[in-house]
Structures are given as structure tokens and as C-alpha cells.
């Protein structure tokens, strides 16, 4: 079975529903995974009784640097009030780390919280370097981290497919970038390693959801290249595949 992700939860192209409450009480109900961009954000908070004012880091849900408007709010609001249904419906976050990837501060918090709301099936990706994907896998496991394979001008796309396969990690996140696609000697070799794949669907670039109508087909082929597809637009694409497998 294929896993949707709702890209910046579910906002058919409505900007401003993106990475909010809103677009995650849509996408959850109709058991879509989640992506989630990550930012972490320094905030005073008032200690009960005492009243005594601390400091404290906090990953907020938030695509652009947080001095940009976007309304950005904690990951533990979305935690209090959906964490249930996580659990419940068996859905899995993806965290698009986009800052913040070598403090031991940030990682203490996001180990917190993931333990206090029993958030179990999520894993992280975005990161800049192996170290930080190494500082990440050493207090969340490999199983919970992604590697990134990209397509694009200028990109050397064997040599990170090849260092996906070499990667303990679980997951790997593949992103087709301006009109590149992924050769099938690449899907393969992904393959072949076991590696849970998820594609970055065509219309996440370009808001045409007439570029993914391949993908779907690909999706809903006896044994798919994939294991699951992030897109703007899931309720639609989940819509095309049931029209295809009934034909």
C-alpha cells in the first residue's frame, strides 16, 4: 500500500492553510501521513508557583526563518491536540529539519517531546552534512532518519543514490528537480538495498497537478518504484490511483 504525505499538511494550494492546524485537521481524518517543516526558536516561559521567568528552546512548525510572517507555531501545540490520532490511525511525520541540525539543546527537546506524547513513527530529514545526520541517528536510531537524493542540474545523482545505499538509514527521500527524472538503474539499486523510498511528488514544484498523473500510474503499478509520494494535493491523488486500479 502506498503512503501519502500531505506536503506542509493539507492545503491544496490554499498558501495560507500551509504548516497549520487547519491543514493537519484535514489530512489527519483522511489517514495522510504528515511533512513538516521545523524550526527552533528561543521563548521565555513563567515557571508555575514561583513565577520565575526561564528560556527555553522550542521547535516551532515553520517553512521560512521565523522573522518572516507565516504564523508560526509550537510542534507540542500540534502534538497536544493530535498526538491520539498519530497513534490511533498509525501515521507517520516527516520532519524537515530546516535549522538547527548540531545542537544538543534542539535534540534534547524534540526527544521530550516525541517521548511525552508517545509519538512513535516519524523520521527526520533535511540535513546539510553526514555529521549532522550522524549526530541526529545517534539519539533517534537510523530507522528514523532519511537520506536525500535529488535530481538536478549540477547534481551528482549516482553518487548519492550510492551513498543512500551505503546509509543505515531507513528512508530515503527522493526529490526530481527541475525536469530531471531518476534513471532506472537508480531505482533499482534503491531497491535492491531495501530502502522505504518516498518521491517528492511533481506538482510539490511546480503547483501543476497535471505533471503527476505519471506518477500516480507509476504508484499503482503491481510492484511500485516507491513506497510512498509527498504531494500538495493528496485527497486528489489518492482519487487518481483508486480511478486507475478500477479500470
Same mark, same amino acid.
Given at each position: 500500500?502506498? $503512503?501519502?504525505?500531505?506536503?506542509?499538511?493539507?492545503?491544496?494550494?490554499?498558501?495560507?492553510?500551509?504548516?497549520?492546524?487547519?491543514? +493537519?485537521?484535514?489530512?489527519?481524518?483522511a $489517514?495522510? $501521513?504528515? %511533512? &513538516?517543516?521545523?524550526?527552533?526558536?528561543?521563548?521565555?516561559?513563567?515557571?508555575?508557583?514561583? !513565577?520565575?521567568?526561564?528560556?527555553?528552546?522550542?521547535?516551532? #512548525?515553520?517553512?521560512?526563518? +521565523?522573522?518572516?510572517?507565516?504564523?508560526?507555531?509550537? =510542534? /507540542?501545540?500540534m502534538?497536544?491536540?493530535?498526538?491520539?490520532?498519530?497513534?490511533?490511525?498509525k501515521?507517520?511525520?516527516?520532519?524537515?529539519?530546516?535549522?538547527?541540525?548540531?545542537?544538543? /539543546? @534542539?535534540?534534547?527537546?524534540?526527544? *521530550?517531546?516525541?517521548? &511525552?506524547y508517545? &509519538? =512513535? *513513527?516519524?523520521?527526520?530529514? !533535511?540535513?546539510?552534512?553526514?555529521?549532522?545526520? %550522524?549526530?541526529?541517528?545517534?539519539?533517534? !536510531?537510523?530507522e528514523? #532518519?532519511?537520506?536525500?537524493? /535529488?535530481?538536478?542540474? !549540477?547534481?551528482?545523482?549516482?553518487? =548519492?543514490? $550510492?551513498?543512500?545505499?551505503?546509509?543505515?538509514?531507513?528512508?530515503?527521500?527522493?526529490?526530481?528537480?527541475?525536469? /530531471? +527524472?531518476?534513471? @532506472? *538503474?537508480?531505482?533499482?539499486?534503491?531497491?535492491?538495498? *531495501?530502502k522505504?523510498?518516498i =518521491?517528492?511528488s511533481?506538482?510539490?514544484?511546480?503547483?501543476?497537478?497535471?505533471?503527476?498523473?505519471?506518477?500516480?500510474?507509476?504508484?499503482?503499478?503491481?510492484?511500485?518504484?516507491?513506497?510512498? #509520494?509527498?504531494?500538495d494535493?493528496?485527497?486528489?491523488?489518492?482519487?487518481?490511483?483508486?480511478? #486507475?486500479?478500477?479500470?
Amino acid at each position: 500500500m502506498l $503512503n501519502i504525505y500531505a506536503h506542509r499538511t493539507h492545503w491544496c494550494g490554499i498558501k495560507e492553510i500551509q504548516n497549520t492546524l487547519e491543514g +493537519m485537521g484535514m489530512a489527519i481524518p483522511a $489517514n495522510f $501521513n504528515l %511533512e &513538516v517543516d521545523i524550526r527552533f526558536q528561543h521563548i521565555h516561559v513563567t515557571q508555575g508557583v514561583s !513565577g520565575e521567568v526561564i528560556d527555553k528552546i522550542t521547535p516551532f #512548525i515553520s517553512h521560512d526563518p +521565523m522573522t518572516k510572517k507565516e504564523n508560526p507555531f509550537p =510542534l /507540542e501545540t500540534m502534538f497536544a491536540r493530535f498526538s491520539d490520532e498519530f497513534i490511533h490511525r498509525k501515521l507517520t511525520i516527516a520532519f524537515h529539519l530546516k535549522e538547527g541540525w548540531l545542537s544538543n /539543546e @534542539n535534540i534534547k527537546e524534540m526527544k *521530550r517531546l516525541l517521548r &511525552v506524547y508517545n &509519538v =512513535l *513513527r516519524f523520521f527526520f530529514f !533535511g540535513f546539510k552534512t553526514n555529521s549532522q545526520k %550522524e549526530r541526529w541517528a545517534k539519539e533517534f !536510531g537510523w530507522e528514523q #532518519i532519511a537520506d536525500e537524493v /535529488e535530481t538536478k542540474k !549540477g547534481k551528482d545523482t549516482s553518487k =548519492l543514490v $550510492n551513498e543512500a545505499c551505503k546509509s543505515k538509514s531507513k528512508y530515503t527521500w527522493v526529490a526530481e528537480l527541475g525536469g /530531471e +527524472m531518476l534513471q @532506472n *538503474r537508480h531505482w533499482e539499486k534503491l531497491r535492491q538495498n *531495501r530502502k522505504h523510498i518516498i =518521491l517528492v511528488s511533481p506538482d510539490v514544484f511546480s503547483n501543476d497537478i497535471t505533471k503527476f498523473k505519471d506518477v500516480v500510474i507509476l504508484a499503482t503499478e503491481k510492484i511500485p518504484l516507491f513506497d510512498g #509520494i509527498c504531494t500538495d494535493h493528496p485527497t486528489l491523488f489518492n482519487q487518481y490511483s483508486n480511478g #486507475i486500479k478500477q479500470t
